[in-house]
Structure formats: structure tokens, C-alpha cells
């Protein structure tokens, strides 16, 4: 009996194989992993996964990072206004306002380093429990009935299903608990404060050409990460194929003397390195572009903050009654209003490089065709993963 279950289970895996390898060529051919619609879908089922709940342990994790990155923010604040209280002190000559302000700073500089620290710890927690909730669940879906079995062998359309749940599973959670998931959702917030503040220093003309700087950046580096994206899928799937080449070599290596076969063997490495590498180099190439434009943009904001001041200095009014101490204390805080919220959009810009790795990570976990994760057959225009995994 359970010998004509299996028998028929393996029918109609070969069923829904031959279907899917239609299905899939045709995805293939129609799109391409980017930045688009696609990719907010398919993130948002691998949130939903991540996140099932606000009360369960990721969310409020989640939670206790957002409020430690706010306080973290609040530390930055008053530490870089201790700058500007150290000119105060030193262009009057107070020894003791001196003294106050020194134990100031020493008090705000600590807290930004513990802030940092705790943030970075939590960080790390949800890297491990994100981690174990999508493997989980990818594994939930991939050992049912014999989905394996249709994947690694029945399935040709579908490459390394072990390398995505292996090693993109644990780069995707990295790189979005670390570097991503506080700076997208605390960043908006201190640009509409530090907008507020320097508008309130400088003049709307401030704010305004910082905005535009932003915005030209978004817009180059957007051009250049949607290739990246793509490239970047595209290595993933032949890290795996070398790989997987090397694995099949060691799992055969006695076969494989007994033949004398190890130059074929190494015929077959090397043309899986060499597609590899071929992928690779347009990846650096690429990479470089995203790399000078974040760094062009990061270094000319620095210039452009002493720009916004300079305008407020020299084009209005406001500032001609001050002493030479005020002016200085009150230039050092607008320089501080102005450079941080430059960092701000900056810190948004150098994210380019890690959304172009979650991009591409998160393609490759929601590409399978949808056969591979139920029990029975499915219309192959519903688009993967079917409920019950993302």
C-alpha cells in the first residue's frame, strides 16, 4: 500500500515537474529580479513570515530596536551640540562653563556608545530568531510529502534549493537586521526634525537644496542598482552550481578514481568557475559605479552643509547683530542642523548597496515554482510562495 502511494505521489510530482518547466521558462523569459511591484510582494510575505503577529518575540524585538535607535538619536542630538557649547566657552574664556561642558560631553559621548552597542546587540537577536522563523518555515514545506524530491530532482527550472535556505536565508536576515530594518523607520523621522531645525537656522532655501542633492542621488543610484539586483541573483544561483559541482565530486570521489576521471572533473569545475567569474566581474563593475556614486555624494554633502550655512550667513540679515562668540556658537549649531541631516539622506544612499543584496536575496527565496509547496497540484498562475510558506 504504501508502495502505490509513493508510486503515485512520484506520478504526479512528474506531472506537476513538466508543467512547472513550462511555467518556469516563461517567468524566466518575463521577468527579471528588480526593484519593482514584484519584489514589495514578495517582501512582504517574507515579512509576514518573519512577523507573524505584534506580540510575538520578533515584533516587540523589533520594537525595543526602534526605540533604542530613537534613543540612540536623542544621545547624537545633544552630543553634537557640545561642539558649539566648547566654542562658547572657549571664545569667552569661562573656565568653569569649560569644565561643565567637558563633563557634558564625556556623559552624551558614553551614551551613543552604549545606545550603539545595545542597538547592534538587538540587532544581532533578530538576525538569529528571523533566521530560525523563515527556516523553519522554508523546511516545514520543503520535507512535506516528497517536495525535496520534486525539487532536487524532478525540478530542473529551480536551482540550489539548499543554498537558498542555507546561505541566502542567513545573508537576507543579516543584512535586513542589521544595517536596514532601524535606519528605514528612524531616518524619515529625524529628516522631518532636522529639516524643521534648519529650516528654522538658515531659511527654507536650506532644506530645499539639500532635498534637491537628495533626490539627484536617489535617482542615479537608482539607475544603477536595478542591474545589481540582477547580477547579484544571478552569482547566488552559480555560487550554488559550483558548489554543488565540488559536493557532487566529493560524494563520487571513489567513482570518480576508480574511472580515472579527474581531468573530466576538472573540465566540469572549471567551466562552472568560469561562468561564475564571468557573472562576478560584471558584478564589480557594476559595483563600482553604485560605489563611486555613494561615495561622491557622501564626501560632497560634508561641502555642501558648509554651503547651506554660508548662504544663511552671507544672504540674509539675521546674523550681522552677533558678537564674534555668538556667531561662532550659532554657525557650529546650524553646521551640526545641516550635516546631519545630509547624513541622514546620505546614510539612505549608502543603504544602496545592502537593498541591492535584499533585493536580490529575496528573489531567489520567493522564485520557486508553486508546485513546491503544497501536497497537491496548484494553478500555475498563482505567482509563489503558496500560503502556507510566505
Avoid at 506531472?15 to 511555467?23: G, I, L, P, V
Avoid at 537576507?172 to 529650516?199: E, G, H, M, N
Avoid at 556667531?327 to 553646521?335: A, C, E, G
Amino acid at each position: 500500500m504504501e508502495r502505490v502511494q509513493l508510486l503515485t505521489a512520484l506520478e504526479q510530482s512528474e506531472q506537476r515537474s513538466s508543467e512547472a518547466k513550462k511555467d518556469g521558462a516563461n517567468r524566466t523569459k518575463q521577468t527579471t529580479p528588480g526593484f519593482d511591484r514584484l519584489f514589495a510582494k514578495r517582501l512582504w510575505r517574507i515579512l509576514r513570515v518573519m512577523m507573524p503577529s505584534l506580540f510575538k518575540a520578533t515584533s516587540l524585538l523589533l520594537i525595543l530596536l526602534l526605540a533604542l535607535a530613537i534613543g540612540e538619536e536623542f544621545a547624537v542630538y545633544f552630543t553634537g551640540l557640545v561642539p558649539s557649547q566648547f566654542y562658547g566657552a572657549l571664545t569667552s574664556k569661562d573656565s568653569e562653563g569649560f569644565k561643565t561642558v567637558l563633563w557634558k560631553a564625556a556623559i552624551c559621548i558614553l551614551a551613543v556608545a552604549l545606545g550603539k552597542s545595545f542597538v547592534q546587540f538587538v540587532s544581532g537577536w533578530l538576525h538569529v530568531l528571523w533566521r530560525k522563523r523563515i527556516t523553519e518555515h522554508l523546511h516545514r514545506g520543503y520535507c512535506r510529502d516528497i517536495v525535496y524530491y520534486d525539487l532536487n530532482v524532478l525540478d530542473p527550472t529551480l536551482d540550489n534549493p539548499d543554498q537558498r535556505i542555507t546561505q541566502d536565508v542567513e545573508r537576507f536576515t543579516d543584512r535586513l537586521s542589521d544595517k536596514v530594518a532601524s535606519k528605514l523607520i528612524i531616518t524619515p523621522l529625524t529628516v522631518v526634525y532636522y529639516t524643521y531645525r534648519c529650516w528654522e537656522s538658515v531659511g527654507y532655501f536650506g532644506p530645499l537644496l539639500i532635498y534637491i542633492y537628495f533626490l539627484l542621488g536617489v535617482v542615479v543610484n537608482k539607475l544603477i542598482m536595478s542591474p545589481i539586483v540582477n547580477q547579484v541573483y544571478k552569482q547566488e544561483k552559480l555560487e550554488g552550481d559550483f558548489r554543488f559541482q565540488h559536493m557532487q565530486l566529493r560524494i563520487h570521489s571513489e567513482s570518480v578514481a576508480f574511472y580515472r576521471s579527474g581531468e573530466t572533473e576538472k573540465q566540469r569545475l572549471s567551466l562552472k568557475f568560469k561562468e561564475l567569474l564571468s557573472v562576478q566581474s560584471v558584478l564589480v563593475l557594476w559595483s563600482f559605479l553604485l560605489n563611486s556614486s555613494v561615495n561622491v555624494f557622501d564626501y560632497l554633502g560634508g561641502m555642501l552643509s558648509y554651503l547651506v550655512v554660508a548662504l544663511g550667513v552671507f544672504g540674509t540679515a539675521r546674523f550681522d547683530s552677533l558678537s564674534a562668540s555668538e556667531l561662532s556658537v550659532l554657525i557650529s549649531q546650524n553646521s551640526f542642523f545641516c550635516m546631519y541631516l545630509i547624513n541622514q539622506f546620505s546614510s539612505l544612499i549608502d543603504l544602496s548597496n545592502d537593498l541591492s543584496d535584499i533585493a536580490g536575496y529575496t528573489h531567489r527565496h520567493s522564485s520557486c515554482p508553486p508546485h513546491a509547496l503544497v501536497s497537491k497540484p496548484l494553478s500555475l498562475s498563482q505567482d509563489w510562495p503558496a500560503p502556507g510558506m510566505f
